[in-house]
């Protein structure tokens, strides 16, 4: 992470909270919305069913008597009774004006009208009057050529309604305070395991392998755990064959390096023969030929480690190649009283590096024949999906559990060559394998086949 990221970045806990905190918002918004509309509705619906109730009382009226019961009308219901033709007939006490249009349909209507605030003044006969301009609910119904209009007042029923949008923009911050302030609560009781996990694994170095993160009990949580743990095996695991690989390197490289020192100080002491100093010269030659070689090796195993063993993959017979391998090892065998042969089919196409499959040959060949015993064969057989290419000697075999680790012995001996093997044939998507057979050890190497064309 950045030091910008590092320094602004908001933390996982305070996001929880900030995600609780607008989903309740959102949540209140819409549960405040509706609560509104549903008092308002229930409101409003009261009204007209006061209107409606009235309305039915002037309908079950006379219409000769209808006018009278109109001019009656007191308290929050107001009247006026209308001619077809839009001519007022009658009002009730407070009404001082036209309530509607003469034209207006049936129905419902909101609106507002002018109506005197005190009627015992207006009775009285008091000639200054306080009018109201009150915000009224009109019911209009016709009753042949009468017209009735009636009109509630709405006013207690919106000030009922701005009450509760009062209250809920009162309470409604509050509640959203405090519902941040228990996700963030929540939040952090549910990372404290996160947090028990990152102080331990703050605590985690290669001086304290072998400790692993604290498992929680939430499901979630005790995957990644038991994945990091998993990581961490495998990281010590490797972190265990890097420090076996530097000892051992460091052996290996110490023993050629001790014998050259000798040759050298011998060669630099007391009076030596011309005869004496080319001896030395020659078994120095030897040490660092063999310096070199561990070298080369140590650097492939390396680039393998990294990703970057490179491949001249081409299309190859592997059976030509392991014949001029056998070849090649003849007159060392032969030496030795022994015989290296090849059979198995005489041709199998693979796609590869063949200066790096030449190497692989080469390399169980001559593991055969300096930590085996007997004679060595060398088999090819050809499949349709892959290539088995198979190194057999007589002798008893590897005594290591796995022959391929570096630095593993090999028959006896210690050193590179089958792990660099083992890289090769994996690099080519192969694989290998140690077997014992009819009193025999087999190398067998398996490579994918080369597509045909």
């Keep these: 992470m950045t030091d910008h990221g590092h320094r602004f970045?908001?933390?996982?806990?305070a996001r929880v909270a900030v995600a609780f905190l607008a989903t309740t918002a959102l949540a209140m918004l819409a549960l405040g919305l509706f609560v509104q509309l549903r008092v308002q509705n229930t409101l409003e619906g009261g009204l007209r069913d006061?209107?409606?109730?009235?309305?039915?009382?002037?309908?079950a009226t006379p219409s000769s008597e209808r006018a009278d019961a109109v001019a009656q009308l007191a308290g929050d219901i107001h009247g006026q009774m209308m001619s077809a033709d839009g001519e007022i007939v009658a009002s009730s006490t407070a009404v001082i004006e036209q309530l509607v249009p003469a034209d207006v349909g049936d129905g419902y209507s909101e609106t507002r009208i002018r109506v005197l605030d005190d009627l015992f003044e207006a009775r009285r006969g008091e000639e200054d009057l306080e009018v109201d301009n009150e915000p009224v609910v009109v019911l209009v119904k016709s009753f042949g050529d009468q017209v009735v209009v009636l009109a509630i007042e709405s006013e207690h029923a919106d000030e009922a309604v701005s009450t509760v949008r009062r209250q809920l923009l009162i309470s409604?911050?509050?509640?959203?305070?405090?519902?941040?302030?228990l996700g963030y609560v929540v939040a952090g009781f549910g990372l404290r395991p996160v947090e028990r996990m990152r102080a331990r694994a703050a605590t985690i170095s290669s001086r304290s392998a072998g400790e692993r993160l604290p498992v929680p009990s939430a499901a979630e949580l005790r995957r990644l755990a038991v994945t990091l743990n998993a990581m961490l095996d495998r990281l010590d695991e490797g972190l265990d064959r890097e420090r076996r690989f530097v000892a051992d390197a460091s052996h290996e490289l110490r023993t050629p390096l001790a014998l050259l020192l000798t040759e050298v100080e011998l060669a630099l002491s007391g009076n030596r023969t011309p005869e004496e100093l080319r001896e030395a010269l020659r078994s120095a030659e030897e040490e660092v030929r063999r310096l070199i070689a561990l070298s080369e090796d140590l650097l492939a195993l390396a680039g393998a480690d990294a990703g970057h063993l490179q491949l001249q993959t081409e299309a190859l017979d592997i059976a030509e190649l392991a014949a001029a391998v056998v070849q090649r090892f003849g007159a060392t065998a032969e030496v030795a009283s022994r015989s290296v042969s090849i059979s198995g089919?005489?041709?199998?196409?693979v796609a590869g590096d063949p200066d790096r499959l030449g190497r692989v040959v080469s390399n169980l060949v001559d593991n055969a024949l300096k930590h085996g015993a007997g004679d060595v064969d060398v088999r090819v057989v050809a499949g349709s999906k892959e290539v088995v290419v198979e190194v057999s000697d007589e002798g008893a075999g590897f005594t290591e559990e796995r022959p391929f680790e570096r630095f593993a012995g090999s028959h006896g001996s210690a050193g590179l060559g089958l792990a660099i093997v083992d890289e090769i044939v994996r690099a080519h998507?192969?694989?290998?394998?140690?077997?014992?057979?009819?009193?025999r050890t087999v190398v067998r190497m398996s490579l994918p086949a080369a597509a045909r064309p």
């Design 9 to 13: 970045g908001w933390s996982l806990r």
């Design 50 to 59: 006061q209107l409606d109730g009235e309305m039915d009382g002037l309908a």
């Design 172 to 181: 409604g911050p509050v509640a959203l305070a405090l519902a941040g302030l």
């Design 345 to 349: 089919d005489r041709s199998a196409r």
């Design 429 to 439: 998507g192969g694989h290998i394998g140690i077997a014992r057979e009819h009193g």
